[in-house]
């Protein structure tokens, strides 16, 4: 990604970030944190009225953001969602791939229809929106950012979220792959990969006092993380403080996957 003449390592002015799923959570946490560090982001979700809600809460801070309303699982969407950006001569530079969606079920009584929603979601269309990005960074030849949302379940697996845990490692892998494809065209693509953090997605859990307590006892932090403790992550992925790292996943957990 080439830099501005007079930026600091990690001021994103001049840049812009499209992040899926931010509506919300780390997506929203994500996108006001980018915006706040100087990049004009794109916010996203399937629900106009939902995408309009967030970007007026961040306008309403003086950032610079706009919405973008597609199913980042439905490859047609995407293709529109992106013809339209060129059409507008929007030059998405940095992605994150943050859309996901949890199902918590024994495999045993899992449908199979469940088990491709999330696939498709937390999985497939981080491929199907990062190679709509990746082919633009290319023609451009100005290189990008790609950033794909892990999760603990990137490494080790917790029962009864299969195919949460499956796409959540297949998030990793994928980084890796597009890193073996596109980092010769100055594209460097990671994936960050959150510990248990306090958001809607995670609510049931959060009021669950046996897992509550399971959270706070199995990280060296002893707490729940906060989903803009995980904005100083993205902004390095996100900047020229990351110009050679590829690949990679960060785990932002609190210690979690670190210690016995
Ligand atoms: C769950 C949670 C986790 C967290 C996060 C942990 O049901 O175990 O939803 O999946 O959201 O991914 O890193």
């Given at each position: ?15 812009t970030a499209?992040i899926t ?11 006001q944190?980018l ?6 982001v794109?916010l ?13 809460r ?5 950032l ?8 980042v699982?439905?490859?047609a ?13 929007i030059a998405?530079?940095i ?9 918590r ?8 229809a ?13 491929f199907i ?8 960074m ?10 794909n ?7 080790a ?6 195919p ?8 990793k892998?994928?980084s890796?792959?597009?890193a ?5 065209f100055n594209?460097q693509?990671?994936?960050i ?9 995670n ?5 669950n ?6 959270v706070k006892s199995?990280n060296?932090a002893?707490r ?30 609190g ?6």
């Amino acid at each position: 990604m080439k830099s501005n003449s007079n930026s600091s390592l990690f001021d994103l002015a001049g840049h812009t970030a499209l992040i899926t799923g931010s509506s919300r959570g780390i997506g929203f946490a994500l996108a006001q944190g980018l915006a706040e560090a100087g990049a004009k982001v794109i916010l996203n979700s399937r629900q106009p009225e939902v995408v309009d809600a967030a970007v007026s809460r961040l306008t309403a801070l003086g950032l610079q953001v706009e919405g973008a309303a597609f199913d980042v699982a439905d490859e047609a969407a995407v293709e529109a969602a992106f013809a339209g950006f060129d059409q507008r001569a929007i030059a998405i530079d940095i992605l994150i791939n943050n859309a996901g969606i949890q199902h918590r079920q024994p495999m045993v009584d899992l449908a199979l229809a469940d088990w491709h929603r999330v696939i498709n979601t937390n999985l497939t269309a981080a491929f199907i929106v990062g190679r709509a990005a990746a082919r633009r960074m290319i023609a451009r030849q100005s290189g990008g950012k790609i950033i794909n949302i892990g999760s603990l379940t990137s490494e080790a697996a917790r029962a009864t979220v299969a195919p949460y845990t499956v796409a959540k490692g297949g998030i990793k892998m994928l980084s890796r792959a597009m890193a073996a494809e596109w980092a010769q065209f100055n594209i460097q693509a990671n994936s960050i990969g959150p510990g248990y953090i306090l958001t809607d997605m995670n609510e049931a859990l959060v009021n669950n006092p046996t897992f509550d307590a399971w959270v706070k006892s199995s990280n060296p932090a002893q707490r729940w993380g906060r989903p803009e403790e995980l904005v100083g992550t993205a902004i390095y992925l996100a900047s020229n403080a990351s110009s050679y790292v590829n690949g990679q996943i960060i785990y932002v957990d609190g210690g979690w996957l670190s210690v016995l």
